[in-house]
């Protein structure tokens, strides 16, 4: 890749965008008030904006291998914390996609040094699924199903944090698990039961 291609190309988006509108940059430059959050895979393939169709100022971002929230990360924690409790997003969204690299990786044994501690929270998620991954035997089917599993037990990271629990309560925020399928271009919304999940485990996460 030509890197100076990057700047040429720079160059045309900012023509482009001015062609329809030229205070575009002088509105972008005011501020940010984004409706959404948007937690993806680092996947150079899945895009953010992109894929929604938005743009600039449209979608708080946070990418990171296999869409991961780790409560222990800060770096997630805070996106998650600036977002909803600073920008006020409605919705926080988790989305993973199929053929994700990260979550293949955790389907297997190889020691991947650095990797293996972040990697191991999705070895959690095949272990609390356990039964029903082991009981499909076609092994593409089992993979996709562990990334939607994977993007599931995300959205319940999300909802054991304080400010997460908080925003819900007080103001009706949305948790929403998406995934991207990558042979196909097409957003899924895996439309995860949510409620129905955390009446079970509220007991355990509830915080006042
Ligand atoms: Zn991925």
Sequence with gaps: MQLDKVFENNKKWIASKLEVDANYFEELGKGQSPELLYIGCSD???T??????LG?????VHRNI???????DLNSMSVIDYAVNHLKVNHVVICGHYSCGGVKAAMQSADLGLLNPWLRNIRDVYRLHKKELNAMEDEEKRY????????????????????????VRNRGLQVHGWVFDIHTGKLIDLKIDLDGILKNIMEIYHLD
């Design 44 to 46: 150079s393939r899945v």
């Design 48 to 53: 953010a904006e992109d894929l929604m169709g």
């Design 56 to 60: 600039p100022g449209d979608v708080f």
């Design 66 to 72: 296999a869409n991961m929230v780790v409560g222990t």
């Design 144 to 167: 996709e199903r562990l990334v939607e599993l994977n993007v599931q037990e995300q959205c319940v990271n999300l909802i054991k944090t304080a400010t997460v629990q908080k925003a």
